[in-house]
């Protein structure tokens, strides 16, 4: 299968989670090909698609530090991004029923192979959406299946701020049952940390693409997005991604206070100020 590689950032966050979903879209109607996306966020906390932001969130610190909540369309949990991440996200078309257990499991093979071929051994895929080397978690994943359509993304850590990371992040409490070590700094491990020295965002996403096409069988060919998808990026920003209500959730199943929604408003809105 021939895969296109795009680098497609941009500076609001917002537009970067609108671009993540038209992707997808794209691909199952046809409009564009099978893709492999890299891109980076500034300053911010992505949350799953089910997720309260006041549960999962500082959101004192994240107003005063200037971090942006960003609601995904995929499910899982919460990430801090900054520009020290490298976020991988694969559109493939699909038929009915994809087994998405296989697809964690390829997504994560691939990424290990590559930062293994970059780096060293150690680093492997487990199951059902980590990404470790030996105890330390490196990259998490999470996915979406739509009509004609298999998602999965992830975020490595690269040089990120892991201080800042686990104060701003409100993990649940059973997200460590089991586990002797609690704090989440300790949990987590960059790959400059892991290397010894500070890897370019194109020597990650070269290796990552070594991977894929190592486990994947991917024949990749670097590209753009289409026009069309621009536009559908466009739509979905202007219409989800930048509105509040897309950012508060589900009043019904977010217990959010007047204070509480006062803060997601300082650090949710997606259109620039």
């Known amino acids: 299968m021939k895969v296109r590689v795009v680098e497609a950032e941009y500076e609001d966050p917002y537009y970067n989670l609108a671009v993540e979903e038209a992707i997808p879209l794209s691909v199952a109607k046809g409009i564009a090909p099978p893709t492999l996306r890299f891109w980076r966020n500034k300053s911010a906390v992505v949350i799953g698609r089910f997720q309260c932001p006041e549960l999962e969130v500082d959101l004192k610190l994240a107003a005063q530090k200037g971090i942006r909540v960003v609601r995904r369309f995929t499910g899982g949990g919460a990430v801090y991004h900054d520009m020290g991440n490298v976020n991988y996200a694969l559109s ?10 296989k697809y964690f499991q390829q997504v994560g093979d691939s990424v290990a192979a590559g930062l293994n071929q970059l780096i060293g051994q150690g680093f492997s895929y487990v199951p059902l959406n980590d990404i470790a080397y030996k105890e330390s978690k490196i990259s998490g994943l999470a996915a979406s299946v739509g009509d004609g359509y298999v998602f999965v993304h992830g975020a490595l850590l690269a040089s990120v701020d892991l201080n800042l990371l686990s104060s701003v992040l409100r993990p649940p ?4 049952e089991g586990k002797a070590v609690r704090s989440v700094a300790k949990r987590v491990m960059n790959l400059s940390e892991i290397a010894g020295r500070n890897l370019s965002f194109e020597e990650i ?13 991917f024949e990749a060919y670097e590209g753009q997005l289409t026009e069309k998808e621009e536009e559908l990026a466009k739509k979905l920003y202007d219409e989800k991604y930048s509105t509040l209500d897309w950012s508060l959730g589900s009043l019904t199943l977010c217990p959010t206070t007047e204070e509480e929604k006062e803060l997601i408003k300082r650090v949710s809105l997606g259109k620039p100020r």
């Open 173 to 176: 409490p059973e997200k460590f």
């Open 92 to 101: 493939l078309p699909s038929g009915q029923n994809p087994d998405m257990r």
């Open 205 to 217: 996403k070269a290796a990552l693409v070594r991977g894929f096409e190592g486990v994947m069988g």
